[in-house]
């Protein structure tokens, strides 16, 4: 074998091995998409050397994460992992880690630039004591550290550290710019991904540009191509025609038959019900029905998920939200 050959299967290899969503996490603020109006802010402060704290709020797979590193990496350059600390609270929730490693890190000397960066993800999982001694901290290390906090509710962070922060609220990132990423990834993997497979990518991520890439990854060693069967089975997600049909059996009052289709969800495929849940919630403007059916819907989904949440059996829940709606189609 040459030499050529062999060195070009070591980088498939080492493709393969590689987690896409950090090969193809962008390295500039200016690569994050589908945040134009927060790219242009964050670039405004990187410009002007004057980074105040920063509180990242939004759902998953969006670019609260990405924003931050990017931050720190236009800051530094090279170096930046020297000097950006970034810590999950949904694993150190206690007032510890805001006493100990984040005063450590803020008080340890650097040389060659006005302040570190401290990046606290999932930061609404603090408890209030932790949040309470993070205000202190902010205060107490204010010349020398900027933080950066992201989490999925601001709600949940209180109002001394909002105050503190500039706030900036991510939406979830449009379909069409969703599509386009993952195509380029495709085409740069060599993956090859029909239409309606790309659709299915792009249904399943609802927003989530981390979760399609993932699924893209994953879907692409199930065969030759990603196509809408590979995608919805990697991503154990219901087709949007199942939810679809099980619902309109209940509407019409076919209980029992809205009831095995619901089976042949949660057992035969081992979907979630929080899962079919959330799916008959994205879809319930588009079931034939008049607005206060939906309005009706709407009303159950919610008190189901609150009980599942609360941790009500999936089953038990969705059957009775099935047996709800056909005793009103009757």
């Not at 060195?7 to 590689?18: H, L, T």
Request: with cysteine; proline share 2%.
């Amino acid at each position: 074998m040459s030499t050529e050959s062999q060195s070009s299967e070591d980088g498939a290899d080492e493709s393969r091995g590689q987690v896409w969503v950090e090969k193809y996490r962008p390295e500039s603020i200016g690569g994050v998409v589908g945040q134009e109006e927060i790219t242009t802010q964050l670039k405004g402060y990187v410009e002007n050397g004057e980074l105040p704290n920063l509180l990242f709020s939004g759902g998953a797979g969006i670019g609260k994460t990405t924003s931050a590193v990017a931050l720190a990496k236009e800051i530094y350059g090279e170096n930046w992992e020297e000097h950006f600390l970034e810590l999950n609270a949904s694993d150190d929730r206690g007032i510890d880690v805001v006493r100990d490693r984040i005063k450590e890190f803020a008080r340890s000397s650097f040389g060659g630039y006005d302040h570190r960066i401290i990046f606290l993800d999932e930061a609404d999982s603090l408890t209030d004591d932790a949040q309470a001694a993070l205000r202190r901290t902010m205060e107490q290390f204010s010349g020398n550290v900027r933080f950066i906090l992201s989490c999925n509710y601001s709600s949940q962070i209180i109002d001394p550290i909002q105050s503190r922060c500039s706030v900036f609220r991510y939406s979830a990132i449009d379909d069409e710019i969703v599509a386009e990423r993952l195509r380029e990834i495709a085409e740069k993997e060599g993956v090859s991904v029909t239409d309606d497979g790309l659709d299915a990518l792009v249904y399943t991520a609802y927003g989530d540009m981390r979760g399609g890439i993932n699924a893209l990854q994953g879907a692409s060693v199930v065969g030759d191509e990603v196509d809408e069967d590979a995608v919805f089975k990697i991503t154990s997600t219901p087709r949007p025609e199942e939810v679809e049909s099980m619902i309109q059996s209940a509407l019409n009052g076919r209980y029992h038959e809205a009831r095995l289709q619901l089976d042949e969800l949660l057992t035969d495929r081992g979907l979630a019900g929080g899962d079919i849940l959330s799916q008959i919630h994205r879809l319930i403007w588009e079931f034939d029905v008049s607005d206060d059916q939906a309005i009706d819907i709407m009303d159950r989904v919610g008190e189901s998920d609150y009980r599942i949440t609360e941790g009500a059996d999936d089953r038990i829940q969705l059957e009775a939200l099935l047996a709800g709606l056909a005793k009103d189609g009757r």
